[in-house]
């Protein structure tokens, strides 16, 4: 999820994760970008299938990085999670932001969302860096 409030704190033994902390840079804000279509693709790509599972994705794709996070990463962690972890659900929301957009969008739609998730994934090295290198240190 977005890091709109995040204190970069994390509790006592956090370490700190380079590019975290509270902040509107450029990948915060590409990646908060490509989380809002992910979370309107998506239900709107699984509405016609079911609505259960257009709720269910919303759910997911919004309460999977609020509930877990990786400490030094977020100012409050609710449950914490090696970098690794907090990488994958960034993935997982640009995947789901491209395909979900692609299935249910017309091409004008899609190709700046697959752009965005593409500039998002290129701006997010620097706190991928820092999210692999905190976890290797608590290793």
Do not use: H, N, Y
């Amino acid at each position: 999820m977005g890091d709109a409030g995040a204190g970069g704190g994390g509790g006592p033994g956090a370490v700190p994760v380079p590019g975290a902390g509270p902040r509107a840079d450029l990948p915060s804000v590409l990646r908060f970008a490509t989380e809002l279509c992910a979370w309107v693709a998506a239900p709107w790509a699984l509405a016609g299938w079911s609505v259960t599972a257009a709720v269910a994705s919303v759910v997911l794709l919004i309460g999977l990085p609020t509930v877990f996070s990786t400490p030094g990463d977020k100012a409050q962690v609710i449950v914490a999670v090696p970098g690794t972890v907090t990488i994958a659900l960034v993935l997982l929301q640009l995947v789901v932001a491209v395909a979900a957009s692609w299935s249910a969008w017309p091409v004008w739609a899609a190709v700046p969302v697959t752009a965005l998730a593409g500039a998002c994934l290129v701006a997010e090295r620097t706190r991928w860096r820092g999210l692999l290198a905190a976890t290797t240190a608590r290793a």
